[in-house]
């Protein structure tokens, strides 16, 4: 069970904090909610990070790809930030 709480500073950026775990399911909604802020072209989207407590790798590789496209990650746990960069490593072939 993922819960996405939704703030937004002044209009050209929102933060998206995720609570619980970020599966292919939770990932559907957090999906959904990113492509919505994303049709403001003036909208840059933070995902706050801090409550997540499991996440899979197949999400780490659909963060990992849409990290830095108008899509910034905070306060990731060293678990997270582990799982998100060695992805991202996997993908370049590094």
Known sequence: MLRITETSQDGTEVTL????????????DVDAVCLRHRCTATRSIILDLAGVVFMTGDVAKDLAAARGDGLMMINCSPFIETLLNTTNH?????
Do not use: I, K, Y
Not at 90 to 94: D, I, Q, V
């Open 17 to 28: 904090r995720l609570d619980g775990n970020l599966d292919a399911v939770s990932w559907q």
């Open 90 to 94: 996997e993908r370049h072939g590094l």
